[in-house]
């Protein structure tokens, strides 16, 4: 149960900030102790039984020259006035990361805020069964619809094919149509000009006509 929750480190700051070294990744047994508000000698003795797999989740301690070179590594993150208050182990150093601080958490009892920690990623382990829950649901009725859906395209094929048919056999009867409407109004474009070829001439008969009378007259 604890590994399956060793990747949810964000719980430890949901319920208390934690005071990491300057290089953001370790805190030192007296940062552990401050942070669960025990004694550091509860963290000691924990860190003693529970060894493996605190060192498995991040847990180390550092000696020789590993030591002087990670003292080294602060001094130069602390800056130069606040280095030289920089509490310095003198033969080795425990250092925890967040993982490690998570994995005390789920195993100190006489902590309230262990106990926080603990409450905060059942409480969040619970919301995420449901969210799941729900998701599961929302998939099954998603499911449920997709074969109705299915169902439905397979009924509606044959109408669109019908549709598509009446539809093209529509647009070929419109192009036909067209073509006579053209055709008619060519027609009518021609008669109107043989009527106005027939109305000059027409109209030189009349004029004709009248310069006969007129002749006529004269004699």
């Known amino acids: 149960m604890r590994e399956s929750v060793m990747g949810r480190v964000d719980a430890l700051d949901k319920v208390k900030a934690l005071g ?3 290089d953001g990744v370790h805190i030192t047994t007296e ?3 401050r942070y669960f508000e025990v004694s550091t000698g509860v963290i000691r003795q924990l860190t003693a039984r529970h060894r493996a797999e605190l060192t498995e ?3 180390r301690v550092l000696r020789g020259a590993d030591l002087r070179r990670f003292h ?8 130069a006035e606040a280095g030289k208050s920089y509490p310095q182990a003198a033969t080795q150093l425990t250092l925890y990361t967040r993982r490690a601080v998570l994995n005390i958490a789920m195993l100190l009892r006489d902590s309230d805020i262990a ?8 409480d969040a382990e619970d ?4 969210g799941y829950a729900s998701l599961d649901r929302r998939v099954t009725d998603v499911e449920s619809c997709l074969g109705g859906v299915g169902v439905a395209l397979q009924e509606l094929g044959p ?3 019908r549709m598509s048919y009446r539809l093209d056999s529509l647009d070929r009867r419109l192009d036909a149509t067209h073509q006579v409407v053209g055709a008619i109004s060519n027609r009518l474009c021609e008669m109107s000009a043989d009527i106005n070829r027939v109305g000059t001439r027409m109209d030189d008969v ?10 006529r007259n004269r004699r």
């Open 115 to 122: 106990r926080c920690v603990r409450t905060y990623l059942l």
């Open 206 to 215: 009349v004029h004709q006509l009248r310069d006969l009378r007129r002749s």
């Open 159 to 161: 109408v669109l094919n």
């Open 72 to 79: 080294s590594d602060m001094v130069s993150l602390w800056g």
């Open 127 to 130: 919301d995420l069964r449901e």
């Open 31 to 33: 940062g552990v102790a």
């Open 20 to 22: 990491l070294l300057p």
């Open 57 to 59: 989740n991040g847990m």
